[in-house]
Nanobody
Framework: QVQLVESGGGSVQSGGSLTLSCAVS???????LGWFRQAPGLEREGVAV???????TYADSVKGRFTISRDKVKNTLDLQMISLRPEDTAMYFC??????????????????????WGQGTQVTVSS
């Protein structure tokens, strides 16, 4: 059974940094793992994903500021975030998609394609 437990959220000032971590259990080596976020009143959006063949995709809004990494020994998925902005404020979720055909770029961030989700961790960035 897959379990995803996020940690590391908090409140920081604009320009600050945070590292989120997701403890992963029940996954298979080639499953896709990613980070999504959802701000109040907005739809859930993809932030960064590592797919079945270890290709990484970032949302344009976080490129150059966020770094996703997966440690298969520790069974964790991390998201290092620097130069945080108020618009990064959201609940951040870890998600898993069972290994399958590699998704085309336009599909990588579709939440409905991910079968398992964590409870989320809140990130708040003040100006």
């Amino acid at each position: 059974q897959v379990q995803l437990v996020e940690s590391g959220g908090g409140s920081v000032q604009s320009g600050g940094s945070l590292t989120l971590s997701c403890a992963v259990s029940g996954d298979a080596p080639n499953d896709s793992l990613g980070w999504f976020r959802q701000a109040p009143g907005l739809e859930r959006e993809g932030v960064a994903v590592i797919n079945e063949i270890a290709d990484i995709t970032y949302a344009d809004s976080v490129k150059g500021r966020f770094t996703i990494s997966r440690d298969k020994v520790k069974n964790t998925l991390d998201l290092q975030m620097i130069s945080l902005r108020p618009e990064d404020t959201a609940m951040y979720f870890c998600a898993l998609r069972r290994a399958g055909p590699v998704l085309p770029p336009d599909y990588v961030f579709r939440p409905t394609l991910y079968q398992y989700w964590g409870q989320g961790t809140q990130v708040t960035v003040s100006s």
